[in-house]
């Protein structure tokens, strides 16, 4: 007997209208009314994606498919018999739509369809559903929330390497053993060597017995034919950490800060504590308080209980260090797992391999950046979001969701535990956690009873250079790199701006080279020879005189720092010392990371010079002096989070040091020397700073206080867009004019008023509640007219205001 799934119409569920597939309907007036609520359209009934009903039972002939161009609508197709019992919610499909095909997801399966003369679908991608009902609930949450189109948010929780239409696993040859029945042949020696290696392995890519033979396929064929080994095509998985050797290691014994936080995590996790279910917890704990392992015991215990679990780490902190903590954990034992590796630095068949050991259940914790939180495990019992408060986990190009959020989410939907860690809390997690939204652990000493690092800040105002303005190192910063030199300890050197110098200018006729598409100066880069644009990446030679025509001046100069600068003057200063700078610059190839990280390891280099690429996660215990050259760099930026990203990128670095035994030191090099985020981060004093920044905000209704919405204008034309802003700004103000705790600030050029040849105009929206802002907009989205040139990017809770 078949069992029919039950017919339920969610309180919440999106209902859609759906048009024809052959022919484009107009748009329903606005499209959110028959998105959300189902007004507009036909109510449809949809089936409860829980039940997850399979297009076995024998009434649900007809598949909603949301299809990959984004036109905002959803269409229905006929599951031609040879398909049924293949088509799922969540099932890739391959369409008809019009004279082309194209692929889409199912999104709901249905008895009849108000349409006449549907096309049959025509293929189904994949053995199983590729995007688990919970994924697809959570695409619609994203649709919804980051006031996007469903098409694009659905694109998005799956990797582009898992969508294409044929799996794309690596098929090779294999030799395997093939043990002969009665006497073996007679073998020369070299034929017996390349035997027992095989027997050994039992089985062993061609590729590699080649190799490690040294000998020709030719050979092998020769043993195949005796009947010795058996040569065929196998899928053989990409390992993107098959190199690596890692060691097994045990859990450590906790401290009470590391139990008692555990403690409370796991009574939730078994349903004994309060806040039975869906809990999301905030793990403030300062640098090396040992969060990671309480993040790995925490997973053991989820294991034990049979779900999996997701990691999500900033993309920068995706090292291989880290990464094998994860994996030696769980390489042996009763608990033993694979652990799927989610980055950029992954090939396409490495992630499509690493993303189907998921889907397949055999990988049960995932490691990833951003995107790994779409990761397809289930069940799922906890998510880890470390490094919260980085602004790596939103996405900035749309869907601009933050993968943070997106993690609190999903944890309510599946009924995870979500646990938010950090030494530096964003404030919005902070204020929940105080608001008991969140519920806080804390974990204020070092694990091992290492001190925390001295911080000591050094007002360059007061550092004289014989009337030539400021050093770039202060007397206290060479003496205390000197001091580390003699005693083979290391430095690290932090600036966060990569090239040698900052701008071009003529002192004469004040000229400054600018990027010819973008507002901003260039950048020269001395090894390269070029002035670079850090925005659109423009490069071109760097003049030898002055450009300007009426003044030709041939002693024009390089002004302003970067890491290229500090590593040139460091080796002058200190020739015998070994210098290693990491930058994007430096960083040309995929291994390269990892080299210097392994050389700086080894005690191959002195001192470490980079950009916030090394502020994060790296745990070197011979480090035991880090030097930050330009603290406040961050503070002069058009941004209601310059101080809190200050406070936050100090304190990071500072981190970096005194990890071993000896005690680290740590100088701040700053021209504002008692500006609170440098006070406060001097000071180890993270609630310190919290209440003091949450005051300016309160008063301005930044988040965490309010929620904000980004509105963009971009256009070649700047009437144009500057026209569009006021337009926007007029439609908004008829929109929302009963809205009454909200602010429209703008429209104002961007602080980055040009980029790429674009000009940007914006408008900031402030308002206690965003969920319903978003609908708004979205229903505003819909009717807005713009020039055709002028476009419009809507940035939810944004966290990069250029
Ligand atoms: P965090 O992630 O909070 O920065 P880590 O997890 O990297 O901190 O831990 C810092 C150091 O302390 C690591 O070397 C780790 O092995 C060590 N550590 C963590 N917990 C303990 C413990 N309970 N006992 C001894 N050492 C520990
Ligand atoms: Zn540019």
Same mark, same amino acid.
């Given at each position: 007997?078949?069992?029919?799934?039950?017919?339920?119409?969610?309180?919440?569920?999106?209902?859609?209208?759906?048009?024809?597939?052959?022919?484009?309907?107009?748009?329903?007036?606005?499209?959110?009314?028959?998105?959300?609520?189902?007004?507009?359209?036909?109510?449809?009934?949809?089936?409860?994606?829980?039940?997850?009903?399979?297009?076995?039972?024998?009434?649900?002939?007809?598949?909603?498919?949301? +299809?990959?161009? !984004?036109? $905002? &609508? %959803?269409?229905?197709?006929?599951?031609?018999?040879?398909? =049924?019992?293949?088509?799922?919610? #969540?099932?890739?499909?391959?369409?008809?739509?019009?004279?082309?095909?194209?692929?889409?997801?199912?999104?709901?399966?249905?008895?009849?369809?108000?349409?006449?003369?549907?096309?049959?679908?025509?293929?189904?991608?994949?053995?199983?559903?590729?995007?688990?009902?919970?994924?697809?609930?959570?695409?619609?949450?994203?649709?919804?929330?980051?006031?996007?189109?469903?098409?694009?948010?659905?694109?998005?929780? +799956?990797?582009? !390497?898992? $969508? &294409? %239409?044929?799996?794309?696993?690596?098929?090779?040859?294999? =030799?395997?053993?093939?043990?002969? #029945?009665?006497?073996?042949?007679?073998?020369?020696?070299?034929?017996?060597?390349?035997?027992?290696?095989?027997?050994?392995?039992?089985?062993?890519?061609?590729?590699?017995?080649?190799?490690?033979?040294?000998?020709?396929?030719?050979?092998?064929?020769?043993?195949?034919?005796?009947?010795?080994?058996?040569?065929?095509?196998?899928?053989?998985?990409?390992?993107?950490?098959?190199?690596?050797?890692?060691?097994?290691?045990?859990?450590?014994?906790?401290?009470?800060?590391?139990?008692?936080?555990?403690?409370?995590?796991?009574?939730?996790?078994?349903?004994?504590?309060?806040?039975?279910?869906?809990?999301?917890?905030?793990?403030?704990?300062?640098?090396?308080?040992?969060?990671?392992?309480?993040?790995?015991?925490?997973?053991?215990?989820?294991?034990?209980?049979?779900?999996?679990?997701?990691?999500?780490?900033?993309?920068?902190?995706?090292?291989?260090?880290?990464?094998?903590?994860?994996?030696?954990?769980?390489?042996?034992?009763?608990?033993?797992?694979?652990?799927?590796?989610?980055?950029?630095?992954?090939?396409?068949?490495?992630?499509?391999?690493?993303?189907?050991?998921?889907?397949?259940?055999?990988?049960?914790?995932?490691?990833?950046?951003?995107?790994?939180?779409?990761?397809?495990?289930?069940?799922?019992?906890?998510?880890?979001?470390?490094?919260?408060?980085?602004?790596?986990?939103?996405?900035?190009?749309?869907?601009?969701?933050?993968?943070?959020?997106?993690?609190?989410?999903?944890?309510?939907?599946?009924?995870?535990?979500?646990?938010?860690?950090?030494?530096?809390?964003?404030?919005?997690?902070?204020?929940?956690?105080?608001?008991?939204?969140?519920?806080?652990?804390?974990?204020?000493?070092?694990?091992?009873?290492?001190?925390?690092?001295?911080?000591?800040?050094?007002?360059?105002?007061?550092?004289?250079?014989?009337?030539?303005?400021?050093?770039?190192?202060?007397?206290?910063?060479?003496?205390?790199?000197?001091?580390?030199?003699?005693?083979?300890?290391?430095?690290?050197?932090?600036?966060?701006?990569?090239?040698?110098?900052?701008?071009?200018?003529?002192?004469?006729?004040?000229?400054?080279?600018?990027?010819?598409?973008?507002?901003?100066?260039?950048?020269?880069?001395?090894?390269?020879?070029?002035?670079?644009?850090?925005?659109?990446?423009?490069?071109?030679?760097?003049?030898?005189?002055?450009?300007?025509?009426?003044?030709?001046?041939?002693?024009?100069?390089?002004?302003?720092?970067?890491?290229?600068?500090?590593?040139?003057?460091?080796?002058?200063?200190?020739?015998?010392?070994?210098?290693?700078?990491?930058?994007?610059?430096?960083?040309?190839?995929?291994?390269?990371?990892?080299?210097?990280?392994?050389?700086?390891?080894?005690?191959?280099?002195?001192?470490?010079?980079?950009?916030?690429?090394?502020?994060?996660?790296?745990?070197?215990?011979?480090?035991?002096?880090?030097?930050?050259?330009?603290?406040?760099?961050?503070?002069?930026?058009?941004?209601?989070?310059?101080?809190?990203?200050?406070?936050?990128?100090?304190?990071?670095?500072?981190?970096?040091?005194?990890?071993?035994?000896?005690?680290?030191?740590?100088?701040?090099?700053?021209?504002?020397?008692?500006?609170?985020?440098?006070?406060?981060?001097?000071?180890?004093?993270?609630?310190?700073?919290?209440?003091?920044?949450?005051?300016?905000?309160?008063?301005?209704?930044?988040?965490?206080?309010?929620?904000?919405?980004?509105?963009?204008?971009?256009?070649?034309?700047?009437?144009?867009?500057?026209?569009?802003?006021?337009?926007?700004?007029?439609?908004?103000?008829?929109?929302?004019?009963?809205?009454?705790?909200?602010?429209?600030?703008?429209?104002?050029?961007?602080?980055?008023?040009?980029?790429?040849?674009?000009?940007?105009?914006?408008?900031?929206?402030?308002?206690?509640?965003?969920?319903?802002?978003?609908?708004?907009?979205?229903?505003?989205?819909?009717?807005?007219?713009?020039?055709?040139?002028?476009?419009?990017?809507?940035?939810?809770?944004?966290?990069?205001?250029?």
């Amino acid at each position: 007997m078949l069992r029919l799934a039950p017919l339920v119409i969610p309180p919440d569920a999106n209902h859609r209208v759906h048009e024809d597939d052959s022919e484009h309907k107009p748009e329903p007036a606005t499209f959110h009314d028959a998105f959300v609520s189902g007004r507009g359209g036909v109510r449809e009934r949809v089936f409860d994606l829980d039940s997850r009903p399979s297009a076995l039972d024998l009434f649900l002939v007809v598949a909603r498919v949301t +299809l990959e161009i !984004a036109l $905002r &609508k %959803e269409f229905d197709y006929l599951i031609p018999p040879e398909l =049924v019992g293949q088509v799922e919610v #969540g099932s890739r499909v391959k369409v008809p739509f019009g004279p082309r095909q194209v692929m889409g997801c199912v999104t709901a399966l249905i008895e009849t369809s108000t349409h006449v003369n549907l096309k049959p679908l025509l293929k189904v991608i994949g053995a199983r559903s590729l995007v688990t009902p919970g994924i697809l609930e959570l695409a619609r949450w994203i649709g919804d929330y980051y006031c996007c189109a469903p098409e694009i948010a659905l694109k998005s929780v +799956l990797p582009e !390497a898992v $969508r &294409k %239409e044929r799996e794309g696993w690596r098929e090779r040859l294999f =030799v395997r053993s093939a043990a002969p #029945g009665g006497d073996s042949p007679k073998l020369t020696k070299r034929q017996q060597e390349i035997l027992k290696i095989v027997e050994e392995r039992r089985e062993l890519p061609l590729q590699e017995l080649l190799a490690l033979a040294g000998t020709t396929a030719n050979t092998i064929r020769r043993l195949e034919d005796k009947g010795l080994v058996a040569i065929a095509l196998q899928v053989s998985e990409r390992d993107p950490y098959a190199r690596e050797n890692i060691l097994p290691t045990q859990p450590l014994a906790l401290n009470a800060e590391q139990g008692k936080s555990l403690a409370q995590i796991i009574a939730v996790m078994d349903g004994s504590g309060p806040g039975v279910g869906s809990t999301t917890f905030l793990l403030h704990g300062v640098t090396g308080s040992g969060k990671t392992e309480v993040y790995l015991q925490a997973i053991a215990h989820a294991l034990e209980r049979g779900k999996g679990a997701i990691v999500l780490v900033p993309e920068i902190a995706l090292t291989p260090q880290t990464v094998e903590r994860f994996k030696a954990r769980f390489s042996h034992g009763p608990l033993k797992t694979l652990v799927a590796v989610l980055h950029s630095h992954l090939s396409a068949g490495e992630r499509h391999d690493e993303w189907h050991k998921i889907r397949q259940g055999r990988a049960r914790i995932v490691i990833g950046a951003r995107s790994a939180i779409f990761a397809p495990v289930e069940p799922l019992g906890l998510i880890i979001v470390d490094e919260e408060h980085e602004h790596s986990y939103k996405q900035e190009e749309s869907p601009r969701y933050h993968a943070r959020d997106v993690a609190v989410v999903r944890g309510r939907m599946e009924k995870a535990i979500v646990v938010l860690g950090s030494a530096t809390p964003s404030l919005e997690s902070y204020h929940n956690a105080k608001k008991g939204k969140y519920r806080l652990l804390e974990m204020p000493s070092r694990a091992d009873d290492k001190k925390m690092p001295l911080v000591r800040v050094v007002d360059m105002r007061q550092e004289g250079n014989k009337g030539k303005g400021p050093p770039i190192f202060a007397q206290r910063l060479k003496d205390a790199i000197t001091t580390r030199l003699e005693r083979k300890e290391q430095t690290i050197l932090f600036l966060n701006r990569r090239g040698f110098a900052t701008s071009l200018q003529c002192p004469k006729c004040g000229y400054v080279a600018e990027c010819p598409n973008c507002s901003v100066s260039l950048t020269y880069h001395r090894r390269a020879q070029r002035l670079c644009c850090h925005i659109c990446g423009h490069a071109a030679a760097p003049p030898n005189v002055c450009p300007n025509d009426q003044c030709r001046n041939a002693a024009i100069r390089f002004a302003g720092l970067g890491t290229e600068k500090i590593e040139d003057v460091l080796t002058k200063l200190f020739p015998k010392a070994n210098v290693r700078r990491m930058d994007s610059d430096t960083l040309q190839r995929k291994e390269d990371y990892r080299t210097i990280l392994g050389d700086f390891r080894r005690g191959k280099i002195d001192i470490l010079v980079g950009t916030q690429m090394i502020a994060k996660g790296l745990h070197f215990p011979n480090v035991t002096l880090v030097g930050i050259i330009h603290a406040d760099l961050s503070l002069h930026q058009a941004d209601f989070r310059a101080a809190e990203r200050t406070f936050q990128l100090i304190t990071q670095v500072a981190g970096r040091a005194g990890r071993g035994d000896v005690e680290g030191e740590v100088i701040v090099q700053t021209f504002t020397p008692f500006h609170p985020a440098i006070q406060f981060a001097r000071r180890h004093d993270f609630t310190g700073f919290y209440d003091e920044e949450v005051g300016f905000r309160e008063q301005l209704r930044y988040p965490p206080l309010g929620r904000v919405a980004l509105l963009t204008l971009k256009g070649r034309n700047e009437e144009k867009v500057a026209f569009s802003a006021e337009h926007l700004r007029k439609e908004l103000e008829k929109v929302l004019k009963d809205w009454k705790d909200l602010i429209i600030a703008g429209p104002a050029p961007a602080p980055l008023a040009r980029a790429e040849t674009f000009y940007r105009h914006q408008l900031m929206l402030r308002s206690g509640r965003m969920s319903h802002l978003s609908r708004e907009l979205a229903r505003l989205l819909m009717v807005l007219k713009l020039p055709e040139e002028v476009t419009l990017a809507v940035d939810i809770d944004p966290v990069n205001l250029a």
